[in-house]
T-cell receptor, first 116, second 116 residues
Framework: AQTVTQSQPEMSVQEAETVTLSCTYD???????LFWYKQPPSRQMILVIR??????QNATENRFSVNFQKAAKSFSLKISDSQLGDAAMYFC?????????????FGKGTKLTVNP | GAGVSQSPSNKVTEKGKDVELRCDPI?????LYWYRQSLGQGLEFLIY????????KSGLPSDRFSAERTGGSVSTLTIQRTQQEDSAVYLC??????????????FGPGTRLTVL
């Protein structure tokens, strides 16, 4: 079974600075998707960024980018120019692309605090 | 367009009572998922519906939990004889079937269930 590990329960960053959230995963599959979701206190899970494992190029969405290291099974999220609105729980998630279950497997999350 | 909606937003019930939680997916999305989010267990997959296929019920924690999806749209998660350990936020997500696989999952705001 696949597992996702987020080793940083909490992180903090100063407004306008850059922060990196870590995520590692364990799988025997070669084709899969990885996601970062943001969950603010409102509870709504919001997709931040998505990466297909077959793509070597790291995904980028505005201030958010990932460092995808397939061999190391690592998928970190970098937030540049942090804003107060970035404060939230961040979850890393894995989904198989090899048929079978379409479920997301989540890490335990990292609580990000942005200090003014 | 409208996102995934869930009702009620909050539900308080007494131990032993049955509860029903509702999810309205994004229009046109053929796949629907239920997850449970609790402090102790994090985010767990419960069940997955895809079109007319048999649902993937592999994440349901006990036979007190069941779910149905009527007309390929609205879904209801039912918990019978609720226990205190059922207290959690129940999240629903939907996605679009594209190219033989499901696309990114979009989440609703969740239902917070409290069992007294």
């Amino acid at each position: 079974a696949q597992t996702v590990t987020q080793s940083q329960p909490e992180m903090s960053v100063q407004e306008a600075e850059t922060v990196t959230l870590s995520c590692t995963y364990d799988t025997s599959e070669s084709d899969y998707y990885l996601f970062w979701y943001k969950q603010p206190p409102s509870r709504q899970m919001i997709l931040v960024i998505r990466q297909e494992a077959y793509k070597q190029q790291n995904a980028t969405e505005n201030r958010f980018s990932v460092n995808f290291q397939k061999a190391a099974k690592s998928f970190s999220l970098k937030i540049s120019d942090s804003q107060l609105g970035d404060a939230a729980m961040y979850f890393c998630a894995y989904r198989s692309a090899e048929g079978g279950s379409e479920k997301l497997v989540f890490g335990k999350g990292t609580k990000l605090t942005v200090n003014p | 367009g409208a996102g995934v909606s869930q009702s009620p937003s909050n539900k308080v019930t007494e131990k032993g009572k049955d509860v029903e939680l509702r999810c309205d997916p994004i229009s046109g999305h053929t796949a629907l998922y239920w997850y449970r989010q609790s402090l102790g267990q994090g985010l767990e997959f419960l069940i997955y519906f895809q079109g007319n296929s048999a649902p993937d019920k592999s994440g349901l924690p006990s036979d007190r939990f069941s779910a149905e999806r009527t007309g390929g749209s609205v879904s209801t998660l039912t918990i019978q004889r609720t226990q205190q350990e059922d207290s959690a936020v129940y999240l629903c997500a939907s996605s679009y079937l594209w190219g033989g696989t499901t696309d990114t999952q979009y989440f609703g705001p969740g239902t917070r269930l409290t069992v007294l």
